[in-house]
């Protein structure tokens, strides 16, 4: 009586070698994480964030928001930005609709800008509620930036922009530090590519260009 015949010499090495090549396929197609695993991209996560605490710590005023139902318009308009105080994003030009406005553009790294932020909050105080004085932090380490508005002492309310996206919609040269000048439509009164020397300079700029006086 006849059966079949176990498999032996290379056949037996044919049927290893089909079995090696579906595992090797099956791995290949599994699918996985492309960040790493879990523990990997929750430490990435936290080295590359800023913690509700840090942002407290650093004592900034609210951010303006965009009243409901209003829009932005002029070269800002649809531009969103971070606010350093909470993290939450929002329309640039439409949290500044319907007010003339400073916008001074910064970054932790450069000096001039440190010596510009004090005259800045100072003129903010003085200014009250004729004109919004916020900062835009061009830039995108933003643990940095809190630190350094921390340790000069300043609390005006803060942007975050780390591709610079504000400087290029108003045409501004790749400097810092740079203000713009926005009038309460939102169209730009003037981009100010330079370090104002103190309060007097500000408040004097500010009237030449946006009527202003403060």
Partial sequence: MSGASPLRGPAVRWVIAALILVVAAAVALWPRDESGSIETRKTSQQESGVSAAERAAAGLTACPSAASGSSGSGPLAGLAVGCLADGSRTDLAAALAGKPALVNL?????????????????????????????????????????????GLGITLPGFSDPSAAVRSAVGAPPVLPVSVLLRADGSVASVEVRTFADVTDIADTVAAKLGITV
């Fill in 106 to 150: 910064w970054a932790y790294w450069c000096a001039p800008c440190a010596t510009e932020l004090p005259h800045l909050q100072e003129f903010a105080q003085r200014a009250g509620s004729a004109l919004t004085v916020v900062t835009v932090h061009s830039d995108p380490d933003e643990a940095k930036a809190l630190a350094r508005l921390s």
